[in-house]
């Protein structure tokens, strides 16, 4: 009793949202105006002729670097397969195995993360006249997602969490399911945050 107390309180000081009125469709043409003004200063399409060698360069790079990887990919899951067939067996069993597994699992993960790095990369040169400080944040958007997706791999039914450190196939589940919806949440909070940086 005494918590519901307090929270009533607490939530009587809380500023609510104003309400949608005549005057909120009034003050909106003004509103859009200023806010489509300071997205124009962040979006620039000057510099796209300026780094098109060197990016193209990349681009290529990381594109065939993916197709590598993707072409690979078969292989890839056999070994993790034969990796996981000789733990706790007495004759093949190694402390190298739960290492390898993490790296070809992250190498799995790489595809996903180039392609959105290339989008990230591509979007930079064309868009933003700050470009400098846009590719450190794609790095880090790159990063994040890296990451993310190498969780997700971890996680999976019947993969390293549970094969290799012995979680349950619930647990790793749950935490899966979890885990899927903060992709987007930190992706956009971090959008967020770079475009309200002054």
Same mark, same amino acid.
Request: hydrophobic fraction near 45%.
């Given at each position: 009793?005494?918590?519901?107390?307090?929270?009533?309180?607490?939530?009587?000081?809380?500023?609510?949202?104003?309400?949608?009125?005549?005057?909120?469709?009034?003050?909106?043409?003004?509103?859009?105006?200023?806010?489509?003004?300071?997205?124009? $200063?962040?979006?620039?399409?000057?510099? @796209?002729?300026?780094?098109?060698? &060197?990016?193209?360069?990349?681009?290529? =790079?990381? !594109? /065939?670097?993916?197709?590598?990887?993707?072409?690979?990919?078969?292989?890839?899951?056999?070994?993790?397969?034969?990796?996981?067939?000789?733990?706790?067996?007495?004759?093949?069993?190694?402390?190298?195995?739960?290492?390898?597994?993490?790296?070809?699992?992250?190498?799995?993960?790489?595809?996903?993360?180039?392609?959105?790095?290339?989008?990230?990369?591509?979007?930079?040169?064309?868009?933003?006249? $700050?470009?400098?400080?846009?590719?450190? @944040?794609?790095?880090?958007?790159? &990063?994040?997602?890296?990451?993310?997706? =190498?969780? !997700? /791999?971890?996680?999976?039914?019947?993969?390293?969490?549970?094969?290799?450190?012995?979680?349950?196939?619930?647990?790793?589940?749950?935490?899966?399911?979890?885990?899927?919806?903060?992709?987007?949440?930190?992706?956009?909070?971090?959008?967020?945050?770079?475009?309200?940086?002054?």
């Amino acid at each position: 009793m005494l918590l519901q107390n307090k929270l009533q309180q607490q939530s009587f000081w809380v500023k609510s949202n104003n309400q949608m009125d005549l005057d909120w469709f009034k003050n909106l043409p003004s509103a859009l105006t200023f806010q489509l003004r300071d997205i124009g $200063k962040i979006f620039d399409f000057s510099n @796209w002729r300026d780094n098109i060698l &060197g990016a193209g360069i990349t681009v290529i =790079f990381l !594109l /065939a670097l993916t197709a590598l990887i993707q072409r690979r990919k078969e292989r890839i899951k056999q070994k993790l397969t034969n990796i996981n067939n000789q733990m706790r067996t007495l004759d093949s069993d190694s402390q190298w195995h739960t290492p390898m597994a993490i790296l070809w699992t992250l190498v799995l993960c790489l595809p996903s993360t180039l392609i959105f790095s290339i989008r990230i990369y591509f979007g930079d040169i064309h868009l933003f006249s $700050k470009s400098d400080r846009s590719l450190v @944040w794609g790095l880090k958007m790159a &990063g994040y997602w890296l990451y993310f997706a =190498f969780m !997700l /791999a971890l996680l999976r039914p019947n993969g390293i969490a549970c094969r290799h450190f012995k979680m349950p196939e619930k647990i790793s589940e749950n935490f899966r399911r979890i885990l899927k919806p903060s992709v987007l949440g930190d992706s956009a909070l971090t959008e967020y945050v770079y475009f309200h940086q002054s």
